[in-house]
C-alpha cells in the first residue's frame, strides 16, 4: 500500500491517506487548531513525546491538499505488552458531523489489525468511541503516565481477547 492509496470514503468528506513526513507540519497545525495549546498538559502528550509514529497506522483527510482531519497512531506498551494508542483525532470544524472522525478511527484501526497490533488504547469520550467497538471493560488495571479519569481509558481489541489481561503503567515502547 502506498503513502498515497486513498481508502473508500464516501462524501461529503474528502478521501483518507496515510499520513507522510511531508504533511507533518499542516497536520499539527491542524491538531493545534483543534485542540489548543491545553492539549500538552495532556497524560496522553507523554506517550507521544520522544515517540516514533505508526506512519501506516496514521491517517489525513485532505480538501485542496491540506488536512481537514488526522487520526495518529503511535507504539506504547502496558506492563511490557505492546499494543497502539490512538491520538490525537483531530477533524477542522467546517467539516464535523460528516462521519469524518469515524472514518478515520475505522482507517487507523483497521491498519492496525492489518499490522499486527492485539489492541488499540486510547484516552477519550466512550460513547463516541463505542460506536467503534471501543469499551472500558478491560482497562481496570491500566495505569496513564498521569492524572487521568480512568473511565476515559478505552480499548479496542483488534483480535480475539487482545483488550484481557493488560494491565500496568503505560509507556512508549522501548523498541520504537
Known amino acids: 500500500?502506498?503513502?498515497?492509496?486513498?481508502?473508500?470514503?464516501?462524501?461529503?468528506?474528502?478521501?483518507?491517506?496515510?499520513?507522510?513526513?511531508?504533511?507533518?507540519?499542516?497536520?499539527?497545525?491542524?491538531?493545534?487548531?483543534?485542540?489548543?495549546?491545553?492539549?500538552?498538559?495532556?497524560?496522553?502528550?507523554?506517550?507521544?513525546?520522544?515517540?516514533?509514529?505508526?506512519?501506516?497506522?496514521?491517517?489525513?483527510?485532505?480538501?485542496?491538499?491540506?488536512?481537514?482531519?488526522?487520526?495518529?497512531?503511535?507504539?506504547?506498551t502496558i506492563g511490557g505488552e505492546p499494543v497502539a494508542f490512538l491520538g490525537p483525532l483531530a477533524v477542522d470544524p467546517d467539516e464535523r458531523s460528516a462521519g469524518l472522525g469515524q472514518a478515520l478511527v475505522g482507517a487507523a484501526c483497521e491498519a492496525a489489525r492489518a499490522a499486527g497490533w492485539r489492541a488499540v488504547l486510547l484516552v477519550g469520550d466512550g460513547p463516541y468511541f463505542g460506536r467503534v467497538g471501543f469499551s472500558n471493560a478491560h482497562t481496570a488495571g491500566v495505569v496513564m503516565p498521569g492524572p487521568v479519569d480512568q473511565r476515559r481509558v478505552l480499548l479496542l481489541?483488534?483480535?480475539?481477547?487482545?483488550?484481557?489481561?493488560?494491565?500496568?503503567?503505560?509507556?512508549?515502547?522501548p523498541r520504537a
Request: charge should be negative; charged fraction near 20%.
Open 157 to 173: 481489541p483488534l483480535r480475539e481477547g487482545g483488550d484481557q489481561g493488560l494491565s500496568g503503567l503505560v509507556a512508549v515502547d
Open 1 to 76: 500500500m502506498t503513502s498515497v492509496q486513498k481508502f473508500a470514503s464516501p462524501e461529503p468528506y474528502p478521501p483518507l491517506v496515510h499520513e507522510t513526513p511531508a504533511m507533518e507540519a499542516a497536520v499539527t497545525a491542524l491538531i493545534d487548531r483543534v485542540f489548543g495549546p491545553g492539549r500538552f498538559a495532556k497524560s496522553s502528550e507523554r506517550l507521544r513525546e520522544g515517540n516514533t509514529l505508526l506512519a501506516d497506522c496514521s491517517f489525513a483527510s485532505l480538501r485542496d491538499g491540506a488536512p481537514v482531519g488526522c487520526v495518529r497512531m503511535w507504539p506504547v
